[in-house]
């Protein structure tokens, strides 16, 4: 049945009547589906504290990722993917800030959009504080002031050593614009999403591996991105032993 004859024999102020009322409904529906995933999101927290995790950890950047490509692999329509994704992104915003509100550091400059890149990330139930520098920021981190951090890999030179002596970890990936690069810094361990890369800085001025997916050197150290989830064994396999290397984790690529 076409779509006239749905409204036929109806007044343009009836027709519109009748959509919006189907519309009231739905709107219904999504409202109570969202407090119910916010009411699940909150057992997952409390199932966290009940069994014994004395620093639980609430954002799991590899279970978001899954989420979001599942939302966008099941879609079909009229909605474009992305769209989907971000929608997706703002509801486990929500949620997750309903279970821990988290706060994220940036740099603040007027050439990259690294604010709207930690958004793209955490969505907007993330309180965003801003920064002068790279070095700021992550030592903010270290420190325990921030939860996580958003830097542009342009901006990753500057701060090779602090991920050393710090122990962070690179915990994600967000990507703006088709070719503006950022890296989600933390102090966690993620676990495998299905489709991620692997983060290490080696001891080297130079390219040490012919398929790296990214390589940034401050003249003594070198960041490298490797395809796909490895471990520190397959890593130092891979390297040799007589060169030595900061595995900073693993991470799930950027889906939208």
């Known amino acids: 049945m076409g779509q006239q004859n749905l409204y036929q024999g109806l ?13 009231d409904q739905i709107d219904q529906e999504i409202h109570a589906l969202l407090n119910k995933r916010a009411e699940c999101a909150q057992r997952v927290a409390d199932i966290k504290h009940n069994f014994g995790a004395n620093s639980p950890v609430f954002y799991r950047p590899e279970r978001e990722a899954q989420v979001l490509r599942k939302a966008m692999q099941r879609n079909q329509g009229p909605l474009p ?3 989907i994704a971000r929608l997706f992104r703002e509801v486990m915003s929500v949620c997750l800030a309903h279970e821990h ?8 400059t007027s050439e990259l959009d690294t604010e709207q890149a930690a958004l793209k990330q955490f969505g907007h139930s993330v309180e965003p504080i801003a920064f002068s520098s790279a070095s700021e920021t992550l030592l903010s981190l270290a420190q325990g002031t921030l939860h996580y951090a958003v830097l542009s890999v342009n901006r990753l030179s500057e701060v090779l050593s602090l991920f050393v002596t710090h122990q962070l970890n690179v915990v994600g990936e967000v990507t703006l614009h088709g070719d503006e690069a ?3 810094v933390g102090h966690q361990e993620v676990s495998a999403s299905g489709d991620d890369k692997t983060a290490l800085i080696v001891e080297s001025a130079e390219s040490v591996v012919t398929d790296s997916k990214r390589n940034i050197t401050d003249g003594s150290l070198t960041y490298l991105e490797l395809d796909g989830a490895r ?11 007589e060169l030595n290397f900061h595995y ?4 799930p690529k950027a889906v939208f």
């Open 11 to 23: 007044t343009q102020d009836e027709a519109l009547t009748q959509v919006r009322d189907e519309i």
């Open 81 to 83: 993917d992305q769209e």
């Open 101 to 108: 509100r988290m706060n994220v550091g940036f740099v603040s």
């Open 182 to 184: 950022f890296l989600v």
């Open 231 to 241: 471990s520190i064994e397959q890593v130092q396999s891979m390297l040799g032993p």
């Open 248 to 251: 900073l984790g693993l991470f």
